[in-house]
């Protein structure tokens, strides 16, 4: 059982599994009182290096406890070969259907037929294309996110595919303005379903800014009847933020060089009334003695 130094490791499958804080405190822990019991599973690769096949928590827990080597166990396989065993010795955690999309495109992408990788993970070649379909459907950025675990695997199989069927950039730009929280199943199914009952105005809306949307949407749900008017401003200036980053992301990619020259005396028309709209609206703010108004 060969010593081997962690950069030797080629670490390609790292995102075939979700992120388990988790099981890696728990690794961590085991590794400081124990050391290292089992060995991971590698394949010679190029040169002096190996591929690391299985072992992903331990090898990361090792680095984060500033270890420079670990014990392995050198598989004399191909890589396809070695990725299947560790499914089938793998009796942890149920892998997510996503998990296993990842697992199946590897095989695929390795140069297996689904015929064959049906057969090698027990599985009918139905299940290897729907797995190969969740996978190609769901755009890379939300797969990031899953594999980070800032977003649960069934959350994102249940909301975030159909949505990427129906338009997979507005999918990629809603998990992007989500980067920033840790969105719970219930607010994801808040979003897909305004999102699929909207017109194509507001589901664009809802894809660029879905924290303002839950912000407004849960805002509502807790309204007093008496503050109807006073929350109708709020949407109202918030409603007016939006657009014009909108707006701003428009010009800065050039919409204004692109117009034809017929429509650009209506787009400085429709901006002077926009101007004297908004001077309007922040003269009658700053009355109010709000803050920075002026």
Not at 13 to 27: F, G, T
Not at 232 to 241: F, S
Not at 249 to 277: C, I, M, N, P, T
Request: aromatic share 4%; hydrophobic share 45%; proline share 3%.
């Amino acid at each position: 059982m060969p010593t081997l130094e962690l950069t030797q490791l080629d670490l390609r499958h790292a995102a075939l599994r979700i992120a388990d804080p988790v099981r890696r405190a728990r690794l961590e822990q085991a590794l400081t009182q124990q050391g290292q019991q089992v060995p991971v599973l590698v394949i010679a690769g190029d040169a002096d290096n190996y591929v690391l096949i299985e072992g992903y928590g331990r090898v990361e827990a090792l680095k984060r406890l500033s270890r420079d080597t670990v014990l392995a166990t050198v598989l004399d396989m191909v890589e396809a070969d070695a990725l299947i065993l560790r499914h089938r010795l793998d009796h942890g955690a149920p892998r997510s259907a996503l998990e296993e999309g990842w697992l199946v495109t590897a095989l695929v992408d390795g140069g297996k037929t689904q015929t064959e990788v049906a057969i090698a993970l027990a599985k009918s070649t139905a299940w290897v294309s729907r797995r190969l379909a969740l996978v190609r459907t769901l755009p890379e950025v939300a797969q990031e996110a899953v594999r980070l675990g800032r977003i649960g695997a069934s959350s994102a199989e249940k909301f975030l595919v159909p949505l990427s069927r129906g338009n997979a950039a507005q999918c990629a730009a809603m998990v992007e303005g989500l980067r920033a929280v840790k969105p719970t199943a219930r607010q994801l199914l808040c979003l897909y379903t305004a999102w699929k009952a909207a017109n194509d105005e507001v589901r664009e809306r809802i894809a660029e800014q879905p924290l303002l949307y839950m912000k407004v949407d849960d805002a509502l749900k807790h309204k007093d009847p008496e503050d109807d008017a006073d929350l109708t401003a709020v949407r109202d200036v918030e409603a007016i933020a939006g657009v014009c980053g909108r707006a701003r992301k428009g010009l800065r990619d050039g919409a204004y060089v692109r117009l034809r020259e017929e429509h650009r005396a209506q787009f400085v028309s429709a901006w002077e009334e926009a101007r004297l709209a908004f001077d309007a609206v922040k003269s009658l703010v700053a009355k109010e003695g709000v803050r920075d108004a002026s």
